[in-house]
């Protein structure tokens, strides 16, 4: 056994595991409709936060959850297919995988704000835009619902290729927070503080505060009519 080193620090391990908490319950109060919408769309808030720590975490996070490792990794993806990648971390495939996920949840997530079923549910901000360009979006983000889950289970199919073929267990570094040093040019994650965590959750804190729509006014009252 090699010896143990920090790869994934606890901030982003519980920013993993709270998404895919909070995107399974997302599906499924979305699939049953009618008053679980109001549960689907304090979830859809909920992640809204996660996505925008995340953001906040790629500045702020550790070694290999900023930014300069991703885009390190995405750059050796000739070297990965060559499979010459030593590094630790996402590697160029996750990288890939990891930025297309993101970049869906998020757009169902702030879709998600402006949609109504048009009998009872509307999104925090669908005030801000027409009813026509609400309806647009909402069609849009169901559709996006397939394009998620198939983008899920290639992300889980790839999970149980790296452990059943490759044998390398993708999900217990992110349990624990370390993994087997391979070269002894790897060097464990440094920085992700208490301070950056503090900081990255008044910027998920923040973004939930806008998504929510609390800050716009309400409609005029409606006149009485005139006999």
């Known amino acids: 056994?090699?010896?143990?080193?920090?790869?994934?620090?606890?901030?982003?391990?519980?920013?993993?595991?709270?998404?895919?908490?909070?995107?399974?319950?997302?599906?499924?109060?979305?699939?049953?409709?009618?008053?679980?919408?109001?549960?689907?769309?304090?979830?859809?808030?909920?992640?809204?936060?996660?996505?925008?720590?995340?953001?906040?975490?790629?500045?702020?996070g550790s070694t290999y959850?900023?930014?300069?490792?991703?885009?390190?990794?995405?750059?050796?993806?000739?070297?990965?297919?060559?499979?010459?990648w030593r590094r630790l971390g996402h590697n160029p495939l996750g990288v890939l995988s990891m930025a297309g996920l993101l970049l869906l949840l998020?757009?169902?997530?702030?879709?998600?704000?402006?949609?109504?079923?048009?009998?009872?549910?509307?999104?925090?901000?669908?005030?801000?835009?027409?009813?026509?360009?609400?309806?647009?979006?909402?069609?849009?983000?169901?559709?996006?619902?397939?394009?998620?889950?198939?983008?899920?289970?290639?992300?889980?199919?790839?999970v149980l290729v790296h452990a059943l073929i490759l044998k390398h267990s993708l999900i217990k570094p992110m349990i624990t927070g370390k993994t087997e040093r391979t070269d002894k040019q790897q060097k464990a994650a440094t920085g992700g503080g208490w301070i950056a965590f503090v900081v990255a959750l008044c910027v998920a804190a923040a973004a939930v505060d806008v998504a929510t729509g609390a800050w716009i006014p309400p409609p005029p009252p409606v006149a009485p009519p005139v006999w």
């Open 1 to 60: 056994m090699g010896e143990k080193i920090r790869v994934w620090d606890a901030p982003l391990r519980a920013f993993h595991w709270l998404l895919v908490i909070a995107v399974v319950a997302a599906i499924l109060t979305g699939q049953q409709g009618g008053s679980w919408m109001d549960w689907h769309a304090t979830i859809g808030l909920f992640i809204v936060g996660l996505l925008a720590f995340r953001l906040a975490w790629l500045v702020m």
């Open 65 to 84: 959850a900023r930014i300069p490792a991703l885009f390190t990794a995405f750059i050796s993806l000739p070297k990965y297919f060559k499979g010459d």
């Open 106 to 158: 998020g757009w169902q997530a702030v879709s998600g704000l402006f949609t109504t079923d048009e009998i009872a549910f509307t999104g925090p901000l669908y005030r801000l835009i027409s009813s026509r360009d609400s309806l647009y979006l909402t069609g849009l983000h169901r559709l996006g619902y397939w394009f998620l889950v198939g983008f899920i289970a290639l992300h889980v199919l790839a």
